[in-house]
């Protein structure tokens, strides 16, 4: 099969503000196979979105032997010179793209549930959607065994859906010298839950949702069905660069705790919800990622969310 990539790049505003169009025809057929709009502020984005052509090439399942045929056109402004340069460097971007689109691997996951109900089918559904990612999952009480197996080098990512309380100390020391030497570790929603009186656990995730803490001023509330805005607090960070600001229809805790070291990525003004609903961190050589949004099935069905779970496992398993 060969396929034409068309792109358009509108440069009207000088550069400042720009829009890509992946469009992929079948080129026997004629078929349109995918179009593909992206928003990016600035001309450095456009390498960031080798990682959206890859997702492309992925699921259009792009083998060796196809052909790639780039054809361009330059909207509104600019001189000629600037239209070639742009056109040169967008076409050597999509080689570079393609080839590495051919040469990767898709990264194995595994998702811990348990402890906390939710729907399994529209959950795993999101996973099912990410055309670079093979998961598999595993369940408590159990999930925590996994650490002191052989089996856990095979995962690039580890990704938490749980809120569970029952570690032993062994499972514990097996966790902690899994962050030593560097798992990525994605932590979603009810996960801020889990070992609630597990110090080094909170400093792990960076935060904690206080579930009876001995002060009752320090326990952390929920509020289901709230549609929320969710502001990009860091526009180049990987997780997050290139994205714009969105509505979700979730649920928002309330008095979780942050810790100061962590790196924030997104933030609300849900009166209801604490303001930093998502961070980067790190401990040990691990790269952690907490996003707080992703009750239900209106969260795993955002676009948004999808895309920041997807960027999130990405960056912590690099
Ligand atoms: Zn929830």
Redesign the pocket.
Known sequence: MNFILLLNIDIRFHLVKHKLEFCAIQRRTRNHLLNYNVDFVTFKYLLFYLDELQAILHKLQFKKQDKIYVLGAFTEGGNMRTQCTLWLFVSVVLLIGAAIALGSQKMKILIITGG?D?ERDQFFAMFDSMPDIEFTSVEHPGANDIYATSSLQTYDALVYYDMNQEISEEQKRAFLTMVEKGKGLVFL??SLASYQTWDEYKQIQGGRYNENPEDAAKKST?K?DVTMNVYILDRDHPVTQGLSDFEIY??V?GNFEVSADVHPLLKTDHPQSGEIIGWAHAHGASKIVYLQP???HHAYENENYRALVRRAIRWVAE
């Open positions: 906390h939710f929603h009810h929920y289901h979730d649920e805790y992703g009750h239900d």
